[in-house]
């Protein structure tokens, strides 16, 4: 994977004239050995988007991290073999990292949001929008360490200690938040279901996003349209013998393949 080096970064931002051009931002190194932080962040306007790189790197830096993965600026979304090789590859990175950041640019509160206030967040089931987006379900549960930053970039707690209130806005068991998927005896519906109500720009992303979720690989091919969620189903039926992949029941009711169209038909699966 590609990592960014936090100090070549700041000291580029500090002094642009005296920044040595030979110095490399961008390194590759082994995910498994290799100590760094990762951000988790939803995608906004470039300017906003180049603050929360300079932020999270400041922040890496504070907790004693030299690496820092943002997506934005370690994958090379030109090349399609690198993005499918990042795409299939991310909930790993996630899970081998010592930190998570998760940006939260929608709370100006200096506390985590304790109830659904649908005032505020009106267009995200009240909730901030972070949580209903589909990327960020799998970089919730891979990471062993999230720590969520409001918009200003002050710290509002961590994944362990709101456990309770995150089992409550995403239906994922408190298990699964504390320690993580493996070794837990879990259903494909279940799974499914954390999902339901989330949404991606891309209509492929809705399966891309869940790969690492269950364990398999798939080749991107965008514009493949919701042919790509049917695909992760049948990949799931090829390794696994879990029959609840066939439980969904969508909102409304239709005839045809017994595999699901989308997430959301999984969406009262989360006691399966």
């Not at 931002?25 to 906004?44: F, G, M, N, P, Q």
């Not at 991606?200 to 364990?215: C, I, P």
């Not at 909102?251 to 038909?265: F, N």
């Amino acid at each position: 994977m590609k990592l960014l080096d936090v100090e070549a970064v700041l000291d580029r931002e500090t002094d642009i004239q005296q920044y040595d051009p030979e110095r490399e931002v961008l390194k590759e190194l082994d995910d498994e050995v290799t100590r760094y932080a990762i951000l988790s962040h939803r995608w906004v306007r470039q300017r906003a988007g180049y603050r929360k790189i300079i932020k999270s790197c400041e922040q890496a830096k504070k907790d004693g991290y030299v690496w820092l993965w943002v997506d934005t600026c370690c994958i090379d979304k030109r090349s399609s073999s690198e993005l499918s090789e990042a795409i299939n590859s991310m909930y790993r990175w996630y899970r081998n990292a010592q930190m998570c950041y998760a940006y939260l640019n929608d709370i100006g509160e200096s506390t985590f949001p304790a109830k659904r206030d649908h005032k505020k967040f009106d267009k995200s089931n009240g909730w901030p929008e972070w949580f209903v987006r589909g990327w960020t379900l799998q970089e919730l549960i891979a990471p062993k360490q999230v720590e969520f930053f409001n918009k200003d970039w002050v710290p509002i707690g961590n994944k362990l200690c709101f456990a309770p209130t995150l089992e409550r806005i995403t239906g994922i068991p408190r298990k699964v938040l504390t320690s993580g998927l493996a070794g837990k005896r879990l259903g494909v519906a279940q799974i499914m279901s954390w999902a339901a109500e989330r949404r991606t720009t891309r209509v492929e992303d809705r399966a891309y996003s869940l790969m690492g979720l269950f364990g398999v690989n798939m080749p991107m091919l965008y514009g493949e349209g919701k042919r790509a969620f049917q695909r992760l189903q049948l990949e799931i039926i090829r390794v696994s013998s879990d029959h609840s992949v066939f439980a969904w029941n969508p909102r409304i009711p239709r005839t045809g393949s017994v595999l699901a169209e989308d997430p959301s038909d999984f969406w009262d699966c989360g006691k399966i």
